[in-house]
């Protein structure tokens, strides 16, 4: 078991250097995906400046509270992307027949899937630190032990969300081949839908975001317990529900888990 662990870490922290001595080939390509990570997040949060500029209360969120929801989903959403993004390649991997060499190495097939040498590095995350800096500054956050722990326990949790249902979404590749129109609208629904506060939505999109994909649990129901709301206009909700992300992130991970290995046994190539 020691040396299955010591093995899986050897590994990993070869990927990690592989993907440093990657930026450092490629520099230009690197501050070309900085300067599109820092816009794209510029221009979602310059859509939610120029909404609340129409509409200067959603339900009792003001402007400085929903840039806040937003920089709470970004660290989950990040800290998913910086260590997890590679699990989007697995449909890529099985279409293509290359899926099949990982299933005959001394590895476990989803850790090297995780662990692929690619152009991974956490810029993304530190942006995603900056604007939460200044968003907790914009809410005037109360700081206390509990928030910390909170804050670490969302992030975490959200991440593992975040993870479970695109690990989902790659172990259905198993099955069905190309799924580019399932992903897109997934993260369709998890970009544009966290970017409000819940409550604005009808019943259907209320469940669909807590329950069915509970991407809600990665920044409103958080938030809801660190800026100490316990009630919405046509909405009422246990403000306690923040404190659940991580166990809903481990029950998620679990159960997506559970169903890569059944894909797996599954599996029986695609013939390439």
């Given at each position: 078991?020691?040396?299955?662990?010591?093995?899986?870490?050897?590994?990993?922290?070869?990927?990690?250097?592989?993907?440093?001595?990657?930026?450092?080939?490629?520099?230009v390509?690197?501050?070309?995906?900085?300067?599109?990570?820092?816009?794209?997040?510029?221009?979602?949060?310059?859509?939610?400046?120029?909404?609340?500029?129409?509409?200067?209360?959603?339900?009792?969120?003001?402007?400085?509270?929903?840039?806040?929801?937003?920089?709470?989903?970004?660290?989950?959403?990040?800290?998913?992307?910086?260590?997890?993004?590679?699990?989007?390649?697995?449909?890529?991997?099985?279409?293509?027949?290359?899926?099949?060499?990982?299933?005959?190495?001394?590895?476990?097939?989803?850790?090297?899937?995780?662990?692929?040498?690619?152009?991974?590095?956490?810029?993304?995350?530190?942006?995603?630190?900056?604007?939460?800096?200044?968003a907790?500054?914009?809410?005037?956050?109360?700081?206390?032990?509990?928030?910390?722990?909170?804050?670490?326990?969302?992030?975490?949790?959200?991440a593992?969300?975040?993870?479970?249902?695109?690990?989902?979404?790659?172990?259905?590749?198993f099955?069905?081949?190309?799924?580019?129109?399932?992903?897109?609208?997934?993260?369709?629904?998890?970009?544009?839908?966290?970017?409000?506060p819940?409550?604005?939505?009808?019943?259907?999109?209320?469940?669909?975001?807590?329950?069915?994909?509970?991407?809600?649990?990665?920044?409103?129901?958080?938030?809801?317990?660190?800026?100490?709301?316990?009630?919405?206009?046509?909405?009422?909700?246990n403000?306690?529900?923040?404190?659940l992300?991580?166990?809903?992130?481990?029950?998620?991970?679990?159960?997506?888990?559970?169903?890569?290995?059944?894909?797996?046994?599954?599996?029986?190539?695609?013939?390439?």
């Amino acid at each position: 078991m020691a040396d299955a662990g010591a093995r899986h870490w050897s590994a990993y922290r070869e990927f990690w250097r592989l993907n440093f001595l990657t930026l450092m080939e490629y520099k230009v390509n690197f501050f070309i995906w900085l300067a599109f990570t820092i816009v794209y997040h510029g221009v979602a949060l310059g859509a939610i400046w120029i909404m609340m500029s129409r509409f200067p209360s959603m339900n009792g969120w003001h402007w400085q509270q929903v840039f806040f929801l937003y920089a709470l989903y970004m660290l989950g959403h990040t800290l998913n992307n910086t260590f997890f993004f590679t699990i989007g390649e697995v449909p890529d991997l099985v279409r293509e027949g290359r899926f099949d060499r990982l299933l005959v190495r001394p590895l476990d097939p989803l850790f090297q899937v995780l662990s692929q040498p690619g152009q991974i590095w956490p810029d993304e995350l530190v942006i995603a630190l900056i604007v939460f800096i200044l968003a907790q500054g914009a809410v005037h956050l109360q700081w206390s032990s509990s928030t910390v722990v909170l804050l670490v326990l969302a992030t975490l949790g959200g991440a593992y969300i975040d993870f479970a249902i695109q690990l989902i979404i790659a172990t259905l590749s198993f099955w069905v081949v190309r799924l580019d129109a399932l992903r897109w609208v997934v993260m369709s629904l998890e970009n544009d839908f966290t970017r409000y506060p819940l409550s604005i939505y009808n019943r259907a999109v209320r469940i669909m975001l807590a329950y069915v994909f509970p991407f809600a649990f990665m920044n409103y129901f958080p938030a809801t317990v660190l800026l100490h709301k316990s009630a919405e206009v046509g909405y009422t909700f246990n403000p306690q529900l923040g404190w659940l992300t991580p166990v809903v992130g481990a029950v998620w991970f679990a159960a997506a888990y559970s169903f890569w290995r059944l894909g797996l046994n599954k599996y029986q190539g695609t013939g390439s």
